[in-house]
C-alpha cells in the first residue's frame, strides 16, 4: 500500500495547455515536498510545503498544501517541452526519513 | 549531482553474484541513504545512515546491507545478486534538520543494476 498516491501516473499534453496533478494520502503530514526527475538524472527539489492551506509558486509552477496537510496539488500553466519529467511528491515518515509517491510522467508534447 | 556521486553508474550481473554499490559526498552531510526506483512504485528507502556506523533499515531492505565506515562513504551491498533487485538505485544525502525540519535531499545521478 502506497503512503502517498499521486495521480494522474501519466498526462501528455500539448504544450500551452494547463495541467494539475495530485499528491494524496490518508495520514497528516508536517510537511511535503515536490521534486522533478529528469531521464538520468536523480530527482531535485522543487519545493517543500510547510502550513496546511499553503501556496507556493515557482514561475509557472503552483504547489498548493491541504488544508488538513494530508494532500498536495501541483498545478502548471502554460505548460511547456521543457516541463516533461516525472513528478515526485514525497514526505516526511518518523525521523529523518521520506517517503516518496510513484509519480507522474508528464510529457508535454510540441 | 553536485557533491556526490555513485559507481558504478551502470552494471550486469548474474543471479547469486555479489553486488556492491558506492556513493561518496563531499559535503560532509550527517545523513545518507539509499533508494531503489522502479516503475509503479515511485522511489523506496533501502537503508539510511546517520552517522558513521550508524545505520537503520528502510521499507524494502531485505537482501541488501550497508556499511559506512566513513562520512564521505556510504556502501550498499547484494550478497547474492536476484532478478528482483534490478532496479535503478539512488544515493541521496541531508544535512540534519532541515528547513522547517523537513528533509532536503540531494540525489546522486543513480546506478541502473541489472541482474540476469
Known amino acids: 500500500t502506497q503512503l502517498l498516491e499521486q495521480s494522474p501516473q501519466f498526462l501528455s499534453i500539448q504544450e500551452g495547455e494547463n495541467l494539475t496533478v495530485y499528491c494524496n494520502s490518508s495520514s497528516v503530514f508536517s510537511s511535503l515536498q515536490w521534486y522533478r526527475q529528469e531521464p538520468g538524472e536523480g530527482p531535485v527539489l522543487l519545493v517543500t510545503v510547510v502550513t496546511g492551506g499553503e501556496v507556493k509558486k515557482l514561475k509557472r509552477l503552483t504547489f498548493q498544501f491541504g488544508d488538513a496537510r494530508k494532500d498536495s496539488s501541483l498545478h502548471i500553466t502554460a505548460a511547456q517541452p521543457g516541463d516533461t519529467g516525472l513528478y515526485l511528491c514525497a514526505a516526511i515518515q518518523g525521523a529523518q526519513k521520506l517517503v516518496f509517491g510513484q509519480g507522474t510522467r508528464l510529457t508535454i508534447n510540441p | 549531482d553536485a557533491g556526490i556521486t555513485q559507481s558504478p553508474r551502470h552494471k550486469v550481473t548474474e543471479t547469486g553474484t555479489p553486488v556492491t554499490l558506492r556513493c561518496h559526498q563531499t559535503?560532509?552531510?550527517?545523513?545518507m541513504y539509499w533508494y531503489r526506483q522502479d516503475p509503479g512504485h515511485g522511489l523506496r528507502l533501502i537503508h539510511y545512515?546517520?552517522?558513521?556506523?550508524?545505520?537503520d533499515k528502510g521499507e524494502v531492505s531485505d537482501g541488501y546491507s550497508v556499511s559506512r565506515s566513513k562520512t564521505e562513504d556510504f556502501l550498499l551491498t547484494l550478497e547474492s545478486a536476484t532478478s528482483s533487485q534490478t532496479s535503478v538505485y539512488f544515493c541521496?544525502?541531508?544535512?540534519?534538520?532541515?528547513?522547517?525540519?523537513?528533509?532536503?535531499?540531494?540525489f546522486g545521478a543513480g546506478s541502473r543494476l541489472t541482474v540476469l
Open positions: 545512515s546517520y552517522g558513521v556506523k550508524d545505520t
Open positions: 559535503e560532509n552531510h550527517r545523513y
Open positions: 541521496a544525502i541531508s544535512p540534519p534538520g532541515g528547513l522547517f525540519g523537513a528533509n532536503v535531499l540531494t
